[in-house]
C-alpha cells in the first residue's frame, strides 16, 4: 500500500531563517506530487504541484519555492522566512488519474 | 477560478442524530468532488468522494448527494458517533485544470454524548 511521510511534524524558526520540509511518497512510482498550506481555521491553499521530477507548478506568488529531485520527493523551501510563512503545510499525492489525493499529517511551521 | 463555499462553519449534534454539511461550487465544468476529515493535528482523509455522472453515493453511515444543476452537492452522516468528531472539507475539481483541488472553508462538528 501507498504511504507518505512528512518532516518533520512541527518546527519553530526564527524570521529570516531558511526551510526545508520534505515530503516522501512510498509504494507508487511517478505520483502527482502537492504543497497546500493551512491557515488556523481555513480551507487548503494549493501552493505548488508536480506531475514529474524537475516539473514544477506553482499556484500562489509567495516566499516559497518547490522542488522534485526525485520521483517520489517533494521539498518546500524557503531562503528567508517571514512572519506570514507561519501555518500548517500539507503535502499530497495522487496516482496517474489525478485523483483522489492523499495528504500526510502536515508539519506545524511556527515563525518567531 | 472555482470558488467552494461550505456551510455550516460550525454543527453541533447529539450522537445518534444525523449531520449534515453543505457546498456549492461556481464552475459548472467541475466533475470531481471529494470529502475529507481532518482530526486534530492530523492530515485530511478522504471519507468519500462523487463524480459527476452519479447524483448520490453512499459508505455505511457516510452518503454524498450531488445537484448540478444547481451546483450543490452535501455530507450526510448518520447515527452520529463521538469519533465523527472533526473538521470536514468538501472539495471539487475538473479535469481542464489538471484536477486541482478547491476547498471550503470547513465544518467543526462536535459530536455530544
Known amino acids: 500500500s501507498q504511504t507518505i511521510h512528512q518532516w518533520p511534524a512541527t518546527l519553530v524558526q526564527p524570521v529570516g531563517s531558511p526551510l526545508s520540509l520534505e515530503c516522501t511518497v512510498e509504494?507508487?512510482?511517478?505520483?502527482?506530487l502537492y504543497w497546500y498550506r493551512q491557515a488556523a481555521g481555513r480551507g487548503l491553499q494549493l501552493l505548488f504541484y508536480?506531475?514529474?521530477?524537475?516539473?514544477i507548478s506553482s499556484e500562489v506568488p509567495q516566499n516559497l519555492s518547490a522542488s522534485r529531485p526525485q520521483d517520489r520527493q517533494f521539498i518546500l523551501s524557503s531562503k528567508k522566512l517571514l512572519l506570514s510563512d507561519s501555518g500548517f503545510y500539507l503535502c499530497?499525492?495522487?496516482?496517474?488519474?489525478?485523483?483522489?489525493?492523499?495528504f500526510g499529517d502536515g508539519t506545524r511551521l511556527s515563525i518567531l | 477560478g472555482e470558488n467552494v463555499e461550505q456551510h455550516p462553519s460550525t454543527l453541533s449534534v447529539q450522537e445518534g442524530d444525523s449531520a449534515v454539511i453543505k457546498c456549492t461550487y461556481s464552475?459548472?465544468?467541475?466533475?470531481?468532488f471529494p470529502w475529507y476529515k481532518q482530526e486534530l493535528g492530523k492530515g485530511p482523509q478522504l471519507i468519500i468522494d462523487?463524480?459527476?455522472?452519479?447524483g448520490e453515493k453512499k459508505d455505511q453511515r457516510i452518503a454524498v448527494t450531488l445537484n448540478k444543476t444547481a451546483k450543490h452537492f452535501s455530507l450526510h452522516i448518520t447515527e452520529t458517533q463521538p469519533e465523527d468528531s472533526a473538521v470536514y472539507f468538501c472539495?471539487?475539481?475538473?479535469?481542464?485544470?489538471?484536477?486541482?483541488?478547491?476547498f471550503g472553508a470547513g465544518t467543526t462538528v462536535t459530536v455530544r454524548a
Open positions: 499530497a499525492w495522487s496516482g496517474g488519474g489525478r485523483e483522489p489525493q492523499h
Open positions: 509504494g507508487t512510482s511517478n505520483p502527482n
Open positions: 508536480s506531475v514529474g521530477i524537475g516539473q
Open positions: 464552475d459548472s465544468a467541475s466533475n470531481y
Open positions: 462523487i463524480r459527476s455522472n452519479v
Open positions: 472539495a471539487a475539481s475538473k479535469r481542464s485544470n489538471d484536477y486541482k483541488l478547491s
